[in-house]
């Protein structure tokens, strides 16, 4: 591997990638033993460092200790898997119903971030064209603290089947405040070597050669070679 002097270690280079291809979304293998307060608190701080356009850091983070709070949200998450499962006929209907989509009672943390639509001001730098980057730099925040916790040993699950108005209303956030992420964490009996999903047959990854283009849309790389490069890093990377 070349390296050059702002290069990491071998043995950090290699942790960097190995959190990055063992992070999974987890929903089944909470166990109940608290996350230390220490860990937590540097699982918070590697999101607070996520890059934002324009250092506008839009995002608050919601500990969520009421098991009335998590109630409510079990309740909303309930309601809306009921109305996505109608999505699906048959067979595919029975396996949507059979997945395990969230740990909201089981996990020992419950973590919203969200964000402040309006920090920073009307104007600010880099926002200009594209208004979306603050939801795009929270979502940033989101795979930072996922990284860190997979160093950590801690699991993640993101409870993306929520209204995210309902939810609002649940935590009582401001107007101008967007729920993007809401969060179970706790740690795990295992990790999956594979994502839930391709594990279930729901679906597999795709292959990056075939989401490769050159210049413009789908034309060719210029280097030929790069197709052969990226099937010997997917070799390499791949789960044993």
């Given at each position: 591997?070349?390296?050059?002097?702002?290069?990491?270690?071998?043995?950090?280079?290699?942790?960097l990638?190995?959190?990055?291809?063992?992070?999974?979304?987890?929903?089944?293998?909470?166990?109940?033993?608290?996350?230390?307060?220490e860990v937590?608190?540097?699982?918070?701080?590697?999101?607070?460092?996520?890059?934002?356009?324009?250092?506008?850091?839009?995002?608050?983070?919601?500990?969520?200790?009421?098991?009335?709070?998590?109630?409510?949200?079990q309740?909303?998450?309930?309601?809306?898997n009921?109305?996505?499962?109608?999505?699906?006929?048959?067979?595919?209907?029975?396996?949507?119903?059979?997945?395990?989509?969230?740990?909201?009672?089981?996990?020992?943390?419950?973590?919203?971030?969200?964000?402040?639509?309006?920090?920073?001001?009307?104007?600010?730098?880099?926002?200009?064209?594209?208004?979306?980057?603050?939801?795009?730099?929270?979502?940033?925040?989101?795979?930072?603290?996922?990284?860190?916790?997979?160093?950590?040993?801690?699991?993640?699950?993101?409870?993306?089947?929520?209204?995210?108005?309902?939810?609002?209303?649940?935590l009582?956030?401001?107007?101008?405040?967007?729920?993007?992420?809401?969060?179970?964490?706790?740690?795990?009996?295992?990790?999956?070597?594979?994502?839930?999903?391709?594990l279930?047959?729901?679906?597999?990854?795709?292959p990056?050669?075939?989401?490769?283009?050159?210049?413009?849309?789908?034309?060719?790389?210029a280097?030929?070679?790069?197709?052969a490069a990226?099937?010997?890093?997917?070799?390499?990377?791949?789960?044993?």
């Open positions: 591997m070349s390296t050059n002097e702002h290069s990491f270690s071998d043995a950090e280079r290699q942790g990638y190995r959190a990055i291809h063992e992070r999974r979304d987890v929903r089944a293998q909470f166990k109940p033993d608290p996350i230390p307060l937590l608190a540097r699982l918070l701080h590697a999101a607070h460092h996520a890059p934002s356009v324009g250092f506008m850091q839009p995002w608050d983070f919601l500990v969520i200790d009421s098991p009335a709070v998590r109630r409510a949200v309740a909303l998450f309930e309601r809306e009921a109305r996505a499962a109608e999505n699906y006929q048959g067979e595919r209907a029975a396996q949507y119903r059979r997945l395990k989509l969230e740990g909201i009672l089981e996990s020992p943390v419950n973590l919203c971030i969200t964000c402040d639509r309006g920090r920073g001001g009307p104007h600010v730098l880099g926002r200009n064209s594209i208004v979306e980057t603050d939801l795009f730099s929270t979502c940033l925040a989101v795979q930072n603290l996922w990284l860190a916790a997979r160093a950590e040993g801690v699991g993640v699950g993101w409870v993306s089947i929520l209204d995210q108005g309902q939810l609002a209303d649940i009582k956030l401001p107007d101008q405040v967007y729920p993007v992420a809401y969060l179970c964490l706790g740690y795990v009996s295992e990790f999956q070597p594979r994502p839930e999903l391709e279930q047959g729901w679906r597999s990854r795709l990056l050669t075939d989401l490769l283009h050159g210049d413009t849309w789908g034309e060719a790389p280097a030929p070679e790069l197709a990226l099937a010997a890093s997917e070799a390499n990377s791949a789960p044993s």
